[in-house]
């Protein structure tokens, strides 16, 4: 008699949310949100699974001091319509960085995750800071402490 295989499906149970630190001055925006995207998406664990969030939670620090290769700074347009007649708005990079810049970080991020009903869920465990204090960190230190590994080093 030959014994059957499973396949392993992941249980709610099973998923064990870590945290990692990123920070945002030590690669250029696009590093940055791909490896950050995959941290969320839970890319990196063996018990990824597509149709379940398995993700940590990501605290990305210096979010004003990111940095941007070419000419993006001026070049890079946002934009949105108000849905009123004429209601296009534009604003570039180099405006949206002064301002705010931890949506230029949650935008590109967004922008990487899978569009389904998992990548509001997935985004909601993005903390972005623009200087280097951070509420959370008591949980990046325990998580580390758990082996888990600092985000700075690895983008």
């Known amino acids: 008699m030959t014994m059957m295989k499973r396949t392993y499906s992941v249980r709610p149970q099973d998923i064990k949310r870590g945290w990692h630190l990123y920070d945002a001055s030590q690669a250029p925006l696009g590093r940055l949100a791909t490896a950050v ?62 301002s705010r810049p931890e949506r230029v970080i949650e935008r590109a991020v967004w922008g990487m995750l899978p569009k389904n009903k998992l990548a509001s869920h997935r985004i909601k465990r993005l903390k972005v800071f623009r200087g280097s204090s951070h509420p959370y960190e008591a949980q990046v230190r325990a998580s580390i402490g758990e082996g888990q590994k600092e985000g700075k080093g690895e983008v």
Do not use: C, W
Not at 74 to 93: D, I, M, N, V, W
């Open 37 to 98: 995207a995959q941290r969320l998406m839970g890319k990196d664990k063996a018990i990824y699974s597509r149709h379940m969030d398995v993700g940590d939670f990501v605290v990305v620090v210096n979010a004003e001091k990111l940095q941007v290769t070419g000419n993006k700074e001026a070049q890079k347009l946002y934009r949105h319509h108000t849905q009123y007649p004429g209601g296009l708005r534009e604003t570039s990079l180099e405006h949206l960085k002064k």
